[in-house]
């Protein structure tokens, strides 16, 4: 098992930054492919971003482009999204997600992944 707990949502104007962490509790997080995905009220969950194993490959959405990075540090078992430029229609519940594998890949769908963490709020006023 592996817990995941997000950190760092909050409120910001539009046109700011926020950094979102999500710490892992296990040891051999560096064996997990992580993302980043979000959930507006009334919609379905989105993929955001996924990071490799490693870190050396991402993947984003179109609509984060440009403006989020995704980023890992395995010796602190932590996943990092670094959003700026942000606007209102990226306000949403940021939930991190792990997904155990033995290749570099990254996964955009979130059918794919067996741990999520709880969740944080980020809201973007206009």
């Known amino acids: 098992q592996v817990q995941l707990v997000e950190s760092g949502g909050g409120l910001v104007q539009a046109g700011g930054s926020l950094s979102l962490s999500c710490a892992a509790s296990?040891?051999?997080?560096?064996?997990?492919?992580m993302a980043w995905f979000r959930q507006a009220p009334g919609k379905e969950r989105e993929f955001v971003a996924a990071?490799?194993?490693?870190?050396?490959?991402?993947d984003y959405a179109d609509s984060v482009k440009g403006r989020f990075t995704i980023s890992r540090d395995n010796a602190e078992n932590t996943v990092y999204l670094q959003m700026n430029s942000l606007k209102p229609e990226d306000t949403a519940v940021y939930y991190c997600a792990g997904k155990s594998t033995s290749t570099t890949g990254v996964f955009p769908r979130p059918t794919l992944y067996d741990y999520w963490g709880q969740g944080t709020q980020v809201t973007v006023s206009s």
């Open positions: 990071i490799s194993r490693s870190g050396a490959n991402t």
């Open positions: 296990r040891r051999t997080y560096s064996f997990y492919a």
